[in-house]
């Protein structure tokens, strides 16, 4: 098992017979789905899932575990989802996947929430990774004029050499190469305020348990909030 089958299979375990799951998305989201799937077949678990992608409802549907959209249920009891960095205050950076908009929607309406990543993804201060924000196409170019002037050094994500990535909700992504975010409650602010924006991968004071993979096991942190 590599350390993302190690994760997903874990958090799979935390899943009770009657949840409403938020189903993440991801490379490392796509075992904990997989494990899932193995429950509800062999297991007879019954549950209902609330995917946060095309692809992840593609995979759970393929699977046999009932899908609804986050408007068709009262609220997630859990949600479980990968991530791109983890700072030692246990904030997030999400969206590698162009997913972050549904993720963040989903997780807003979760009990409870936890992210599964490997060991690589732990660190001190968010910003190493390219932080997502959505945008809609209307003004994106003022948007990133803008960026370019805060100094956040922004890219539009491509999925080739002159297509821009379209999010599933036909959205571009603009990545900003920041580094270190000192602050990120404050640019948290910034974005939520700039017009045109969507939702950007800052998720903060979000998750409830991580689980870490590494060489030497699983590392289980829980009760962060
Ligand atoms: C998608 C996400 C993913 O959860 C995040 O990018 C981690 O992905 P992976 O498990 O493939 O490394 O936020 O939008």
Known sequence: MNLKEMV??????????????????GTTAYYMIKEIGRRVKEEKLRILGVPTSFASKKQ??????????IDQVKKVDLTIDGADEISADFQGIKGGGAALL??????????QVIWIVDGSKMVQKLGAFPLPVEVIPYGQQQIFQQFEKKGYHPVFRMISDTNKTVTDCGHSIIDLHLDVIEDPFALSDVLDHTVGVVEHGLFLNTVNTVIVGRETGVETISNIR
């Open 60 to 69: 759970a549907e393929s699977l046999g575990i009932p899908v609804k959209t």
């Open 102 to 111: 549904f993720e963040k929607i989903v997780a807003t309406y979760s009990d």
């Open 8 to 25: 997903g299979v874990e958090a799979a375990r935390y899943v009770e017979d009657g949840m409403v799951v938020g189903l993440g998305t």
